[in-house]
């Protein structure tokens, strides 16, 4: 299993579904709690206002999932499928996310701090008007992802790959150009300011 940081374990489950098949349901207004989901079929479920707390998922498939104000509080997904889900205005605070795949996988607002995506492909992914503070994105695969207006403050950015990234209006005051890869990344003039500070230089007005 991926470590949290800090080393922090993941907590531990008290029940647990297995090999449910779950796939089209409607979950309006649920709580879980430390439940272990484990190869359960979540294909086109749909969520609202639904609460997971501190809930490992292994082997779960949310693709074509729909998730709309719900909440995965310090939850564990381990070898999970994305394809084409959505996330609209969900909190994933403190969640770690390990061997999971997240083509096409869609994020809209909510708050997604302290999450732990190290070495993640989120090359076909979008993020956009995201609070993802603190969040672990150490050796992730972004090339070619949109991660606009997303709130990167104290982030951990170490070897991501940041090529053709598309990350305008996004907070990168923890990126150090230096520990990352950016060619052909898409910025705006006050982002590159920023960059530029971190670079060193000496950023003086016209």
Sequence with gaps: MADRRYGVLPPETETELKSADWYGREISGESYERVAFRDVDMTEVTTSGAVFTECTFRGVRFNASVHADSAFLNCTFSNCAFFDSEFTGCKLMGSMFERCTFDLMKVAGGDWSFVGLP????????????RMREADLTGARC?????????????????????????????LSSLDPH???????????????????ALGLDVCPD
Excluded: P, Y
């Excluded at 070495?119 to 995201?130: E, K, P, Q, S, T």
């Excluded at 992802?145 to 996004?170: K, P, T």
């Design 119 to 130: 070495g993640a492909d989120l090359r076909r992914a979008r993020f956009a008007d995201v």
């Design 179 to 197: 520990a990352s890869e950016l060619d052909g990344a898409k910025i705006t003039w006050t982002q590159a300011t920023v960059l530029a500070i």
């Design 143 to 171: 090339a070619g992802a949109e991660l606009l207006r997303v709130d990167l403050s104290g982030a951990s950015l170490h070897d991501a790959d940041l090529r053709r990234c598309d990350l305008r209006g996004s907070d």
